[in-house]
């Protein structure tokens, strides 16, 4: 059995075989849908897991409840790689209750056909649970990311269970750094909800926290403020690095090489911090990630069919969709006839809130020359200005 505490054990599950999150996201080492059980006088379990792992919950909480029924199962979020269990687990011990909000008990119904409301505990902002030494704080976090969504604080062991907040995409035992695979996570799931996330963080501030459980990804246990912080930044929609994110969308290749020389262009200029990516063979997930990572952006983008070049648009709209803003941006075109690109680039742009775009505009026909390399130079001292 794991064990996040003395009294509180893990009963998840990692999911290597999963390729897409949320049918969309690759997940290259997997995710884990992670779950608990806080055992008191009183048990709580918080939360269940995807189907795809519904196999694997049964042994391992026989295991942890050694014997007993628990008492209460915590409705953190019911998106069903987290709820997926609610109707199995309230049929099997017919005296537990479900701890829901009242959002999330209207949801029930559309979940699952039987009707369990008689053995809800509804909980609003505030109020507290007590299992015997443990306490049990719920606090309410609408869209992050769901409405429904709520928190909960556990205050004898100071542990925030923060639903989908401080998740990442790998299973608990991917051999990767937490940083990139959990901004990808957020930027592209929560990523919208920026104002929301600032909301919760500010109650997290009132609180001392000693560990913070997400629904995904490892226990936070040591340095916290490192966490926190990153999510200030991120739901503040400020970049982490005052580096170029330089972003291309090419036919031929004619457009990559001028996307690869407007970057080594910006690096001669002194930026330090220049990343290139080719958003044809790189998922946009990651590339909406590096657009939130960086103060600066440059897209360069061929024409086609009168318009944008399908994955400069489709990276575009996805910014759209994550309320993309605050940051500096330049644009490269590409158009052997009837160039277009840049003319619909600035225009999707503006529909950005506080996104600055350079004045100036590099337009390639066909291939680079001396002369769009020396446009670029001037586009590269702008955006760096």
Not at 189 to 198: D, S
Not at 265 to 293: E, Q, T
Request: charged share 30%; proline share 4%; with cysteine.
């Amino acid at each position: 059995m794991n064990k996040i505490t003395n009294d509180i054990y893990f009963i998840g599950a990692n999911d290597r075989d999963i390729d897409l999150f949320e049918n969309q996201y690759p997940v290259e080492n997997g995710v884990s849908y992670n779950s608990s059980v806080i055992t008191d006088e009183k048990l709580a379990v918080m939360d269940t897991i995807d189907c795809r792992k519904s196999e694997e919950l049964p042994e391992i909480v026989e295991e942890v409840l050694d014997g007993r029924e628990p008492d209460y199962l915590i409705i953190s979020h019911l998106e069903p790689d987290h709820s997926a269990n609610i109707e199995s687990a309230m049929n099997k011990y017919p005296s537990m209750k479900a701890v829901v909000n009242a959002k999330s008990k209207a949801f029930l119904p559309q979940f699952f056909k039987t009707d369990f409301s008689d053995r809800t505990i509804v909980v609003k902002e505030g109020d507290e649970l007590s299992l015997g030494s443990h306490t049990l704080v719920f606090c309410m976090a609408p869209m992050v990311h769901w409405p429904e969504v709520m928190v909960e604080y556990e205050k004898s062991e100071k542990i925030l269970f923060s639903a989908d907040a401080f998740g990442k995409f790998g299973t608990l035992d991917a051999d990767e750094d937490w940083l990139d695979e959990a901004r990808r996570y957020y930027t592209n799931i929560v990523g919208k909800y920026g104002v929301q996330v600032q909301a919760l963080l500010k109650k997290a501030a009132a609180l001392d926290i000693e560990k913070i459980c997400p629904l995904h990804g490892p226990v936070l246990d040591k340095d916290l403020e490192f966490y926190i912080e990153k999510y200030k930044l991120w739901s503040a929609y400020e970049p982490e690095s005052d580096g170029v994110l330089v972003a291309y969308a090419s036919l031929h290749g004619n457009t990559a090489a001028a996307a690869q020389k407007f970057a080594e262009i910006l690096k001669d200029k002194g930026a330090s911090d220049v990343k290139v990516i080719d958003l044809s063979r790189r998922g946009v997930s990651y590339a909406v990630a590096d657009a939130f990572k960086y103060g600066k952006i440059a897209l360069a983008a061929s024409t086609y069919d009168a318009g944008i070049f399908a994955p400069m648009d489709d990276f575009l709209n996805h910014l759209k969709s994550k309320n993309f803003q605050n940051k500096k941006t330049a644009l490269i075109e590409n158009g052997t006839w009837a160039p277009m690109t840049a003319k619909l680039m600035r225009e999707k742009c503006a529909e950005f809130k506080n996104v600055e775009v350079c004045e100036n505009t590099v337009t390639i026909r066909t291939t680079p020359t001396d002369e769009t390399v020396e446009q670029m130079k001037e586009l590269a001292g702008e955006l760096l200005a």
